[in-house]
């Protein structure tokens, strides 16, 4: 893979990490409602990607839509729930389980087969993840950080399904945000308060927010990702989105002050060390590409 190749995927590492930062800074002190957030930034993709969902109706459209809302707004849902206390370095640590955590459903709902290099990724995956969590004692950061969990857990189990559809990821990306935005922005007007008041508090903040995790990250970042993965091959690729989780940490200490103790770095790197196992580990049921990439 040439350099300038290596230059733009670590640019999407940054847009990643910052994707966190951003998506803190408008759930925690702009206040905006979280759910109500995530249906948002999934109706601007819609707009956006119109042309591709005018290409027809694809087969299968509740498995697509089903799928396609694990794997963006209801993970990201969930994600900014927890981010309204938890950090964002915690959540970059976190966000590692979703790998071990896609191979372990791989396992039970592909016949998936792990052998003891493996297991050991997860394994040490796991414990990174859980001594990550631990490492934060108030019960409000808890909760966070459980909700964190939820969502790359709830990514993992949409992710183990993706290869069943016949479809490239930009038109899966438009109909998962589709079946994001028809589910979250209901259920954001029947459970939150507060819309509009946050809105109309802080008009610009929340606009470029919105903008920057709908059109910078999860259209431009995730499509260039999209392109190199099809370019180059998955172990030239893959390995290299590892970086985002620890772009977040630095990024989350340096932005938003966050408190980053030596059992969240020591549980980061540990977890770092199995995923890198498990990616590397060749699958046989599921491609590399869901395996670190970051949500729709």
């Given at each position: 893979?040439?350099?300038?190749?290596?230059?733009?995927?670590?640019?999407?590492?940054?847009?990643?990490?910052?994707?966190?930062?951003?998506?803190?800074?408008?759930?925690?002190?702009?206040?905006?409602?979280?759910?109500?957030?995530?249906?948002?930034?999934?109706?601007?993709?819609?707009?956006?990607?119109?042309?591709?969902?005018?290409?027809?109706?694809?087969?299968?459209?509740?498995?697509?839509?089903?799928?396609?809302?694990?794997?963006?707004?209801?993970?990201?849902?969930?994600?900014?729930?927890?981010?309204?206390?938890?950090?964002?370095?915690?959540?970059?640590?976190?966000?590692?389980?979703?790998?071990?955590?896609?191979?372990?459903?791989?396992?039970?709902?592909?016949?998936?087969?792990?052998?003891?290099?493996?297991?050991?990724?997860?394994?040490?995956?796991?414990?990174?993840?859980?001594?990550?969590?631990?490492?934060?004692?108030?019960?409000?950061?808890?909760?966070?950080?459980?909700l964190v969990?939820?969502?790359?857990?709830?990514?993992?189990?949409?992710?183990?399904?993706?290869?069943?559809?016949?479809?490239?990821?930009?038109?899966?990306?438009?109909?998962?945000?589709?079946?994001?935005?028809?589910?979250?922005?209901?259920l954001?007007?029947?459970?939150?308060?507060?819309?509009?008041?946050?809105?109309?508090?802080?008009?610009?903040?929340?606009a470029?927010?919105?903008?920057?995790?709908?059109?910078?990250?999860?259209?431009?970042?995730?499509?260039?990702?999209?392109?190199?993965?099809?370019?180059?091959?998955?172990?030239?690729?893959?390995?290299?989105?590892?970086?985002?989780?620890?772009?977040?940490i630095?990024?989350?200490?340096?932005?938003?002050?966050?408190?980053?103790?030596?059992?969240?770095?020591?549980?980061?790197?540990?977890?770092?060390?199995?995923?890198?196992?498990?990616?590397?580990?060749?699958?046989?049921?599921?491609?590399?590409?869901?395996?670190?990439?970051?949500?729709?």
């Amino acid at each position: 893979m040439p350099n300038w190749s290596i230059l733009v995927l670590v640019v999407c590492n940054v847009a990643w990490a910052l994707n966190v930062i951003v998506g803190k800074v408008a759930v925690d002190e702009l206040a905006a409602p979280p759910i109500f957030f995530a249906g948002l930034r999934s109706l601007l993709v819609v707009l956006a990607l119109t042309p591709l969902l005018l290409r027809g109706i694809p087969r299968h459209l509740p498995q697509v839509l089903a799928i396609g809302l694990a794997i963006s707004g209801g993970s990201f849902a969930l994600l900014f729930v927890g981010l309204q206390t938890a950090d964002p370095a915690t959540a970059g640590a976190i966000g590692l389980v979703g790998a071990p955590m896609t191979v372990l459903f791989a396992i039970i709902f592909l016949g998936e087969t792990v052998r003891w290099r493996r297991a050991l990724g997860m394994a040490l995956a796991f414990g990174g993840v859980l001594l990550a969590i631990l490492s934060k004692g108030s019960m409000a950061a808890g909760e966070g950080s459980l909700l964190v969990f939820a969502s790359a857990l709830v990514g993992a189990l949409g992710a183990v399904f993706v290869k069943r559809l016949e479809m490239d990821g930009m038109t899966l990306q438009a109909w998962a945000a589709v079946a994001s935005a028809i589910v979250l922005l209901p259920l954001s007007l029947a459970i939150e308060q507060g819309q509009v008041a946050a809105f109309a508090a802080s008009p610009w903040q929340l606009a470029g927010c919105l903008l920057f995790g709908s059109l910078v990250v999860s259209i431009a970042a995730t499509g260039t990702y999209f392109v190199l993965f099809k370019r180059y091959e998955a172990n030239e690729v893959v390995p290299l989105t590892l970086l985002h989780p620890l772009m977040t940490i630095a990024l989350g200490a340096w932005l938003t002050n966050d408190v980053i103790g030596w059992r969240l770095l020591v549980g980061a790197l540990i977890a770092l060390a199995g995923v890198a196992i498990i990616v590397i580990r060749p699958s046989e049921t599921f491609t590399k590409r869901f395996l670190t990439r970051p949500r729709l």
